[in-house]
């Protein structure tokens, strides 16, 4: 078993492969890769979280002299994604054969070696090339998604817009440069800044993210808030209000019923309060939360032309 817990077959008795193939003491991970198997844990996010990060480090493995790089690196680095890479994307200085792999994606150029780190033992681009490689090459909100990790983990947004504005190819530039500047430390979920993004779009001015609302019972906090409007919108995740979901002491019931005497305490100091789910919908969501601006603030609204629908997330 190699240090990254991934076995090449190239480097291995094939018969034996086989035979613990067959007796599932391993399982594939990809083509010539194998690992031990690894439990399911029944958060399916997880899970496929998990597979790929496992096949990332495979091709790095098979490939040798490849960088992993955009979706790829970010999964490497610990960010958080809107929706999991569906191919392995490196950086070479050599064209593919015709008959390369269809699960990498390879991008053929000459990476800067300050522009490259390690990252448990896999070579990969640095976190700033990263999230510049993904604002330029990804849909928006699946870049804002990735820019709002990398700020609260320390990046620098003027050296990541410096870095975008080196680039050659003028295409994607300027939308590039608009997600980095609409990007925030505060979200703390891919939901959160879904959220923001789409109340973004259609024009309503910057939040304020995690809110703070002074009561006389405490302080509170929201996910969006609007001074101007005393307006605060949350994304609700269902998994909260589920007996048993965030471990064997996590008490659904509790849960709920501070929530609802939280925000009985909010809307007591006159603040509205919205709350959107997934299930909602990017076009209802932006609904409910303008339907508590005043009239004048709604036809005052200026869409960011430059920002397209959000993508749907695939479960």
């Given amino acids: 078993m190699e240090e990254t817990g991934i076995v090449i077959a190239r480097d291995h008795d094939r018969e034996a492969l086989r035979r613990a193939l067959r007796d ?35 091709v790095s493995a098979q490939l040798r002299k490849a960088c992993v790089s955009h979706e790829s690196a970010a999964l490497l680095h610990g960010l958080r994604l809107w929706q999991l890479p569906g191919s392995v994307h490196v950086i070479q200085k050599y064209r593919a054969s015709s008959a390369s792999a269809r699960d990498i994606k390879r991008h053929r150029l000459v990476l800067p070696d300050e522009e490259r780190t390690t990252v448990d033992g896999v070579v990969a681009t640095s976190l700033l090339r990263t999230v510049v490689d993904c604002c330029l090459s990804l849909h928006p909100l699946r870049a804002l998604v990735i820019v709002d990790h990398a700020l609260a983990l320390g990046m620098d947004p003027d050296a990541a817009k410096r870095l975008v504005e080196t680039r050659r190819d003028p295409r994607g530039r300027r939308r590039a440069q608009l997600v980095l500047e609409l990007g925030d430390q505060g979200a703390e979920s891919a939901w959160e800044t879904w959220l923001r993004y789409v109340l973004l779009r259609v024009g309503l001015p910057r939040p304020t993210t995690q809110f703070p609302v002074r009561t006389p019972h405490g302080e509170f906090r929201a996910d969006l808030g609007w001074e101007e409007f005393r307006l605060l919108a949350e994304f609700d995740g269902r ?59 709604r036809d005052t609204l200026t869409p960011l032309r430059l920002l397209p629908p959000p993508p749907l997330r695939r479960r």
């Fill in 239 to 297: 998994v909260k209000y589920v007996r048993g979901a965030l471990g064997p002491g996590h008490d659904a019931d509790r849960s709920l019923f501070d929530e609802k005497r939280r925000e009985d305490y909010v809307r007591e100091e006159r603040w509205g309060v919205v709350r959107v789910t997934a299930s909602d919908g990017a076009a209802q969501a932006v609904a409910r939360v303008l339907r508590h601006l005043p009239e004048s603030a």
């Fill in 24 to 58: 599932k003491k391993i399982e594939k991970v990809r083509r010539g890769a194998y690992r031990s198997p690894q439990p399911i844990t029944g958060d399916r996010f997880k899970d496929a979280t998990d597979r790929a990060l496992a096949r990332t480090v495979a």
